[in-house]
């Protein structure tokens, strides 16, 4: 389940996390955003160790423009208040579910603290 981005504070608390967060940029005007959100909430059911979050352009200027949003719908993702990748446009879910999976291989530090990451000993 993603959740909505409502206070910028809130924002800068979450991305220091060690955890990936998967932010999805979109505004309700926007058709492709719209044809992506069913996708993106039910991916994020699929990957419990990343955050899923929604970021409404229109409510949350100060955020697109920090990270220089001029297109949407635009997927960025975060660890410890790096990005570490971005998904640019409308993709399919079986595109989007391999560049996730992509991403979230190359962003060990940020699941070390989840199922995902933990090793047995």
């Known amino acids: 389940m993603s959740r909505d981005m409502t206070e910028e504070t809130e924002w800068d608390s979450l991305i220091s996390e060690k955890k990936l967060i998967a932010a999805d940029f979109w505004a309700p005007w926007c058709p492709y955003c719209m044809r992506l959100k069913p996708i993106f909430e039910s991916i994020s059911s699929k990957y419990p160790d990343i955050v899923f979050v929604k970021v409404n352009v229109d409510e949350q200027e100060g955020l697109a423009s920090r990270y220089g949003i001029q297109g949407i719908p635009v997927i960025k993702f975060f660890c410890e208040g790096q990005e570490v ?20 291989s190359e962003a060990p530090i940020c699941l070390a603290n989840t199922s995902k990451g933990k090793t047995s000993q």
């Open 85 to 104: 990748g971005e998904i640019v446009g409308y993709v399919p879910q079986k595109e989007l579910e391999k560049k996730i999976s992509e991403i979230s």
